[in-house]
């Protein structure tokens, strides 16, 4: 394993990394490769059928959405949180996740929050840093997750 330096952040990384823990820019060479195969495996699964299609918008935005960018854990694997509300998550990952549920680990710094979520939406365009871009709905969360989200409602 050799440490090289982020092509976005110029942050230290292991080679062997999917992405930089410090931006999220994807780093591996054959993460392109890694991606379509997972994407693959998934669309073949139809995992993603009726049963979790897409929210109209009202149900989607049920919730005021907050922007905030953090570093979190989708399955225990490294995702990039884009924006959050009571009900759900935007989220980035370099790996198309099997089921249509995932555990998320959220690190605020000060608390962390173990939460359950039902994806609803899977965008397989790269936006950012060849990553496969996620909303999520929350299934099963702590109280103190959604305090925090009304203190960042109130600090907004």
Known sequence: ???IHCKECNGKVSDKALMCPHCGFGTQKNL???L?????KTAQQGIFEKANAPLDQDERRGHKRINIK???KINQETARLFNISKSGMKLATPI???GPSVDITLDTGE??????AIIRWVNSKHSF????????EISSAPPEYYEFIDQLLANN
């Open 1 to 3: 394993m050799a440490i």
């Open 32 to 34: 392109e490769n890694v």
């Open 36 to 40: 379509l195969t997972q994407k693959s």
């Open 70 to 72: 953090l570093m979190t």
């Open 96 to 98: 198309a996740h099997k």
């Open 111 to 116: 608390k962390v929050f173990n939460i359950k």
């Open 129 to 136: 840093s060849n990553l496969i871009d996620m909303g999520v």
